[in-house]
């Protein structure tokens, strides 16, 4: 195995180097290519010829079709943004500008036929037709992985080729028969590990489909004959609500982006008694940190200081990481710095010892993980203040077995309404919440209260877990 | 209070506030095709801990999840005695 991990020259080079790129396969919903097929080919056809240099935004609602737009265009392209679909459309328009971008590539009829100033290449099928063209690399293109933010718009993380790659494993005989699969989005940070770890080790990965219901998936993956399986613990609860689940049979399975809980770990390993399960750290701007996978929460603190690569501290009470898998900077103007001035990342996630053993309590800035979505309070906060009826808001997490956390509000009204509750002011409050936030930001529950206590500074007093 | 009924209330009740289309409940209905999403399904339990005052989802952390919804009425059924 001669291919550098840690650097690798482009995706094209890097892949063609894994090993058997003509057996191996990405396996859509409704479209299967080969890793060859993928390197020696076009989804872009005609409009690939503009494109070196530029700065492109990829948009589809198909996973494949940006899998296979991504491969096309690392190494030609400056610069490409991964817009993952569950992000608003509306937020289009601020990321063409902030990643300035000259091209969108879609495949979706609303974002095709919206003004979003710039061009557009429409992907209307799924073809990846072979072509000859010059793919030695050009120059190292710059990848751009969107996060929450807090101000209303996500955040575009700088990643490369490189730092995205840190983290894949290398290839070994074992990979020949591993067959991986996601739960994840690859426009996501844990559905993006994946898939370069299975294009960079040359194993086969099915990807899953908004358009297929989880029977449908769990269907396929077990055609497949899926082995290795990652996902959030809240996919997995999904998954074991399914009596399809049977239809997998997986050797590995890997939990990151919540918090896991000993429920989960132990209703997982019940259903795959056989299965290796881990669970990791991660996140878009620190990237991998760590593996656990002894089948209990939290983490040993020697995991903190078990990979060389990867240095891990914990400092008032949260975790900060530096190593090359981080993301280099925001491209965001109002954006913080991502690395301290040493090079670390703070993860902003608390951590607590107790009994010789780390546990993760929450986000230190209060930031909420509804089923693997950040909402950010002061967000929601901002919508809350807006009804006429509501004088102030406080947004916080209440636990729950299902997606790990859900949003509630405290609310302060205008005038209260006799007898303490009011079904009617609650209902209409939600209501405006619906019109202006994604589902998961919309308050499980409202809470009418006649006040909200203020600290000196003159902030809202916020009692984070 | 009758557990079916309530269950059955807030499962119409959080269908109804997060748009979704909902199966007719049968109690052999394989939950993920009753048309509520993850989502819905935490608003629901959390909805009938204010309710019923239990959440076997968390009370025991070995427990298999309800696949269908005559295993949910169940797995509530149980908690409660």
Known sequence: MKMPHTNPASLHASILAAGDPSSRSLVGLDAKATWAELIGGSILAEHAGGLTGKSVLIATRDQFRAAAALIELDGIARRIVLFPPDVPREQLSYVAETA???????????????????????????????????????????????????????????????????????????????????????????????FLHAALTGTSLVVSSAQESVAGFFARAGVHGVTHISGTPSHWRRALMSSSVDRISPEYIR?????????????????????????????????????????????????????PLVEMKIEDGTLKIRSNRAAARYLDADAPTLKDAEGFVDTGDSVELRDGRYYFTGRRDGTINVGGFKVHPEEVEAVLNRHPQVVMSLVKAKKNPITGSLVIADVVLKAIAPAGSSPAVDSDILRFCRGQLAPHQVPAAINIVPALAIGESGKLVRRHA | MDIRSEVVAQFTQVAQEQDKRLAPLTDDLPLLDSGLDSLCFAIVVARLEGSLGADPFSDDEDARFPVTFGDFIRFYENAAH
Request: cysteine-free; overall charge negative.
């Open chain 1, 100 to 194: 300035e971008a000259d091209l969108i590539v879609t495949d979706d009829p609303e974002t095709a036929s919206a003004d979003h100033g710039i061009s557009r290449v429409i992907l209307s099928r799924n073809n990846v037709t072979p072509v000859s063209v010059d793919r030695s690399p050009r120059v190292e293109t710059e990848w751009i992985l969107l996060t929450s933010g807090t101000t209303g718009h996500p955040k575009l993380a700088v990643h490369t080729l490189a730092s995205l790659a840190g983290s894949a494993m290398h290839r070994s005989p074992a990979s020949a028969s591993i067959v991986w699969s996601t739960f994840y989005d690859m426009r996501r940070y844990g559905g993006m590990h994946i």
């Open chain 1, 255 to 307: 939990m990151s982006g919540e918090i896991v809980d000993q429920a989960i770990l132990n209703q997982v390993k019940g259903q795959f008694p056989n299965a290796k399960i881990e669970h990791t750290f991660a996140s878009t701007e620190a990237g991998v940190g760590f593996y656990v996978g002894d089948g209990l929460m939290g983490f040993p603190p020697d995991v903190l200081t078990r990979n």
